[in-house]
Nanobody, 115 residues
Framework: QVRLVETGGGLVQPGGSLRLSCAASGITVSDANMAWYRQAPGKEREWVATVSSVGQIMYPKSEEGRFTVSRSSAKDMLYLQMNNLKPEDTAMYYC?????????WGQGTQVTVSS
């Protein structure tokens, strides 16, 4: 059974930092791409960052340089370092894994940026 478990969310003040983690299990990860998405209330889910199976890192063009994605050497952990957080970063953050035409999602971790 494939499992993606996100941790690290929480309440943080504007300007603060959080580090999200995603642990993948139950699937071969060596040839899988992993990514972070987020969804704010009333909005569509949006792509945040990707680390490919060969280590290529990709962000949306709109990314401001505040987020840094990384992956463990074993490729089964995905991280998202978020700095200088803003209220508009408030969302549920989801881990995504794609392998051989199939896609899997975690349950999400809530990030709330508020003073």
């Amino acid at each position: 059974q494939v499992r993606l478990v996100e941790t690290g969310g929480g309440l943080v003040q504007p300007g603060g930092s959080l580090r999200l983690s995603c642990a993948a299990s139950g699937i071969t990860v060596s040839d899988a791409n992993m990514a972070w998405y987020r969804q704010a209330p009333g909005k569509e889910r949006e792509w945040v960052a990707t680390v490919s199976s060969v280590g290529q890192i990709m962000y949306p063009k709109s990314e401001e340089g505040r987020f840094t994605v990384s992956r463990s050497s074993a490729k089964d952990m995905l991280y998202l370092q978020m700095n200088n957080l803003k209220p508009e970063d408030t969302a549920m953050y989801y881990c995504n894994l794609r392998r051989r035409g199939r896609e899997y999602w975690g349950q999400g971790t809530q990030v709330t940026v508020s003073s």
